[in-house]
Nanobody
Framework: VQLQASGGGLVQAGGSLTLSCAAS????????IGWFRQAPGLEREFVAA????????FYAESMKGRVTISRNSVKKTGSLQILSLKPEDTAVYYC??????????????????WGQGTLVTVSS
C-alpha cells in the first residue's frame, strides 16, 4: 500500500482545511486509515482514525468537535477536515494504514504504511 497525503498549506487562525490521502494497493474492510501530526520537536500525535469500511471512527479527545475523518472506498481516498484552526495545529500531517486492525489506533507503531506528510501552517 502506498499513500500520498495532500491539502496542506498556510491558513489563518479560525480557518478550515481538508487534507486528503490517496491510497494505492489493496485495502480491506477491516483496514484502518489514520491521521497523525507532528510538530517540530514533538512526538507524532494521533488525530483520528476510521475503518476502511467506515463502520468505526475514532478521534483524539483534544480535537473532537473540530475534526472529521472520512474515506471513499471507491476512490480509495481518506480525508481529514479540520475546523477552527489554531496556531498550535501547525504540524506535518501524516496519513497511515493499519492493515491488521488489532492494535490501539492511537499508537503510530501499530500502523504499517505511511504517506510522506503534508505541512499545515496556521498563522495567528
Amino acid at each position: 500500500v502506498q499513500l500520498q497525503a495532500s491539502g496542506g498549506g498556510l491558513v489563518q487562525a479560525g480557518g478550515s482545511l481538508t487534507l486528503s490521502c490517496a491510497a494505492s494497493g489493496r485495502l480491506f474492510a477491516s483496514n484502518r486509515i489514520g491521521w497523525f501530526r507532528q510538530a517540530p520537536g514533538l512526538e507524532r500525535e494521533f488525530v483520528a482514525a476510521i475503518r476502511w469500511d467506515g463502520k468505526h471512527s475514532f478521534y483524539a479527545e483534544s480535537m473532537k468537535g473540530r475534526v472529521t475523518i472520512s474515506r471513499n472506498s471507491v476512490k480509495k481516498t481518506g480525508s481529514l477536515q479540520i475546523l477552527s484552526l489554531k496556531p498550535e495545529d501547525t504540524a506535518v500531517y501524516y496519513c497511515a494504514v493499519d492493515k491488521d486492525y488489532g492494535g490501539d489506533y492511537r499508537f503510530a507503531a501499530n500502523y504499517d504504511y505511511w504517506g510522506q506528510g503534508t505541512l499545515v501552517t496556521v498563522s495567528s
